[in-house]
């Protein structure tokens, strides 16, 4: 069938609703109607493999085989100094019987956001949440509450105090044994006490100002088995140790993706990454944040007094009596370079908050633009900075020649080093170009547009970036000591 992709002669890939040999036959069970309930996808099963006619992939916050139910949520908001990336949710079921059963999840926390909330898919007493090595008692309940939405703040009274900050150093030495019979002292004296731990387990002070302790493993590794999957030396994680569902990385210092595949590295100082985070999706421009308001008025401003200043300055050195040397060339093509330079700036930032506001979704849009955008905005940086830096040159030689100067040698030179300049400018940054990609970041529903640069590629760029810096500044300084 059309929608369907051929892998070789004889095996035809086909999409959820169709199967057979060449993908014509169509499943009925998930059309026309979708029986699955909340937005849920409708996967429809071959019978020959299962009893069932199709399953229900449900949205985040529903469960059920039609996903008819509504799962509990937790809204969390963070009231301490620092809010985390990434937090772990540790729900503890209890038991009279026997050992308390403990389901970790994770939950990434959006970007300038103080809040993140939780969907409860199994029966829980007790939610511990962890981030920067340190666990905050969130819920405790004697008994689970079904249908029951939760909203909580995390304070720094809610963090956990590891026993040896509230035991005195005599009780701390005792054996273990001996030392534990004293930790009822910490929840009578310490009226702020939510919880507390030791090496082996965790303590909570109930209404009464009782601890409760049970055994709890601080070291617990969800390491996925021992197989990493993660790049760039990410962090493997499970949910569960014994039966896991998920997995995630946890990515070190400027690297992010599913695998920490990519690198804010590359970014340099690219605006994506200092100011793509800003800009929420699916919000308004009018409700954005100040940060998006004012640096879109900002940018506006200086588009516009960029275009009336590079408007004048080509006037100006478009002149005859500009045109008889070459820095009269030089400053004109500067002039265009500049204006064309705010052009593409202004462009690159309004279309930034576009795509990050899902505006635009058009994939070859987005990825003509990745490749060229970043690429021409650095070309004519770089071009206008070896621009000057031949003004500089030929002043320098114009005070050292004085009349013997040669006007009409300086237009011919001008004229030819110029297509020189552009030329050998635009080649060391092709590697840019070529190196860029789209990536799709599904828990924040955005797309970014990101530069992958192998090992020598990344030693290249730093040296091309460095160069076309220093050199044209080396050459203006050093011109105008010259002089």
């Known amino acids: 069938s059309p929608d369907s992709i051929c892998l070789n002669s004889s095996i035809c890939l086909c999409p959820l ?7 014509f036959l169509q499943y009925t069970s998930c059309q026309p109607y979708n029986p699955c309930q909340n937005n849920g996808q409708c996967i429809s099963i071959n019978d ?16 059920g085989l039609n996903c008819e139910y509504k799962l509990n949520r937790i809204d969390i908001t963070f009231r301490t100094d620092v809010i985390p990336s990434v937090i772990f949710a540790h729900w503890i079921r209890a ?6 059963q403990r389901i970790t999840t994770f939950k990434k926390v959006p970007f300038d956001q103080h809040s993140v909330t939780l969907f409860v898919k199994e029966p829980f007493n007790i939610l511990f949440i962890e981030y920067l090595n340190n666990s905050y008692l969130a819920v405790l309940r004697e008994e689970f509450i079904p249908l029951n939405d939760i909203s909580i703040d995390i304070y720094i009274d809610n963090m956990c105090v590891n026993i040896s900050k509230l ?13 534990i019979k004293y930790y009822q002292f910490p929840c009578v004296e310490n009226l702020k006490l939510k919880c507390f731990y030791d090496e082996k387990h965790m303590c909570i002070c109930d209404k009464n100002r009782y601890s409760n302790c049970f055994e709890y493993n601080h070291h617990m590794i969800y390491n996925c088995r021992g197989y990493n999957y993660c790049q760039n030396n990410g962090r493997c994680f499970q949910d569960n140790a014994t039966c896991p569902t998920t997995t995630m990385c ?25 100011f793509g985070y800003h800009v929420k999706p699916f919000i308004s421009f009018f409700k954005q944040s100040k940060a998006v308001k004012i640096t879109a008025a900002l940018t506006t401003i200086m588009f516009i007094i960029g275009i009336i200043s590079g408007l004048l300055s080509i006037l100006i050195f478009r002149r005859k009596s500009s045109m008889i040397v070459g820095s009269g060339i030089y400053l004109l093509t500067t002039s265009i370079i500049s204006l064309l330079t705010i052009t593409i700036f ?20 987005l990825y003509m633009n990745c490749l060229l955008v970043d690429m021409l905005l650095n070309f004519f940086l ?10 500089s040159i030929e002043r320098a030689i114009t005070s050292l020649q004085g009349i013997k100067f040669n006007k009409l040698k300086s237009l011919y030179i001008a004229k030819r080093v110029i297509p020189i300049i552009f030329s050998l400018t635009i080649l060391t940054y092709i590697h840019d170009a070529i190196s860029r990609q789209l990536f799709d970041d599904e828990d924040e529903q955005r797309t970014w547009c990101i530069v992958n640069y192998s090992f020598q ?4 760029d730093r040296f091309i970036n460095l160069f076309h810096f220093l050199t044209p500044f080396i050459i203006n300084f050093l011109s105008n000591v010259r002089r």
């Not at 005195?168 to 005792?174: G, L, Q, R, W």
């Not at 210092?253 to 200092?274: E, P």
């Open 457 to 460: 590629l990344k030693i290249f």
């Open 17 to 23: 609703n169709k199967f057979g040999s060449k993908c």
């Open 346 to 365: 202004t462009i690159k930032y309004w279309q930034l908050i576009f795509f990050q506001m899902n505006l635009i979704t058009n994939r070859s849009f």
């Open 167 to 179: 035991l005195n150093s005599t009780i701390f030495n005792y054996n273990y044994l001996h030392q």
């Open 382 to 391: 770089s071009s206008g900075d070896w621009l000057n830096a031949c003004v």
């Open 48 to 63: 020959r493999i299962d009893k069932k006619e199709f399953i229900c992939l449900c949205n985040e916050g529903y469960m």
């Open 95 to 100: 038991f009279d019987d026997r050992r308390h």
């Open 250 to 274: 946890m990515c070190e210092k400027c690297h992010y993706g599913n695998k920490c595949q990519f690198s804010t590295k590359g970014f340099s100082l690219s605006l994506d990454a200092i």
